[in-house]
Each structure stands twice: as structure tokens, then as C-alpha cells.
């Protein structure tokens, strides 16, 4: 094997440095935490706005923490944000919703026509019913 010359070494380490640069975890920044913005709740250094009630953070930014969505709740703009539930879906759970009421369950998604037991079982982590909000008590913040 042919030995390398002192300056092709050193252009060998340089370019191998600038090619693994990316792959270095990057520098941690100040604390974030979801505060009230003027477009609603989004995430932000801690201490730039007044804290955001966890009941109104929105699908966007619930998926972004991987929160559950209230099914109760959950308007169909951000029913549709769930994998599988187009804007058709999403229409059919409020309908179905405000026709028979609240959901005792996720997995009760299955009396939505076009939803069937393999949907539903995809959709029951991503999902919650009932007035306790799981992000508030992981959060420990106020529910509002």
C-alpha cells in the first residue's frame, strides 16, 4: 500500500472532518416550553410569552410533542391530520359524533362508517376521550 505524503494526509483528515460535521449533535439551546403566540400556542423559549393552556393546543403542535388528540374535541381540520383520516373521514367522525354523541372509547371509532376494526386499533394511541387531558397531566400545566 502506497504511504501518503504528510500534506495529502492532512487533506484526507480535513475533508473526513468537514463530511462528518453533520452527524455531531447539535450545541442544546435554552429550554422550550408551548407559549401563546399571536397565531395561537406554539413551542418557544421558555419565558418569551405567558404559557399556553394545555386544552388548547392545537393537532399541529400536539403531534409535533406526540400528544394524543381529544376525539371529543378535535374539530375535523385536525381530525384529518391523522394518518389514514382524509378530510371525508375526519367529516364522518364529527358527523357521527354530533349525531350520537361523544365517544365512549378510540376504539368506538369502528360505529364510523369507513372506519373499520384495523383503522380504529391504528388510531387508539393517537387518540383520548374524556375530559382528563393526558398532555396536562404530563405537562403539569393548566388545562384552561
Given at each position: ?46 419565558g418569551d410569552?405567558p ?22 374535541r ?12 382524509g378530510?371525508?373521514r ?22 364510523v362508517p ?31
Amino acid at each position: 500500500m502506497p504511504r501518503l505524503g504528510p500534506a495529502r494526509a492532512l487533506v484526507w483528515a480535513a475533508l473526513a472532518a468537514a463530511a462528518l460535521a453533520p452527524l455531531r449533535p447539535p450545541a442544546a439551546g435554552p429550554p422550550l416550553a408551548v407559549v401563546t403566540g399571536p397565531s395561537g400556542c406554539r413551542l418557544a423559549a421558555a419565558g418569551d410569552a405567558p404559557a399556553c393552556p394545555c386544552g388548547s393546543w392545537g393537532a399541529g403542535l400536539r403531534r409535533v410533542l406526540g400528544l394524543p388528540l381529544p376525539l371529543d374535541r378535535a374539530n375535523s381540520a385536525d381530525l384529518a391530520t391523522l394518518p389514514g383520516i382524509g378530510a371525508a373521514r375526519a367529516a364522518a367522525i364529527v358527523a357521527e359524533r354530533e349525531a350520537n354523541g361523544p365517544f365512549a372509547s378510540p376504539e368506538a371509532l369502528e360505529r364510523v362508517p369507513g372506519i373499520g376494526p384495523v383503522t380504529a386499533a391504528r388510531l387508539v394511541p393517537l387518540l383520548f376521550t374524556g375530559p382528563d387531558d393526558p398532555a396536562c397531566a404530563a405537562a403539569g400545566v393548566d388545562p384552561g
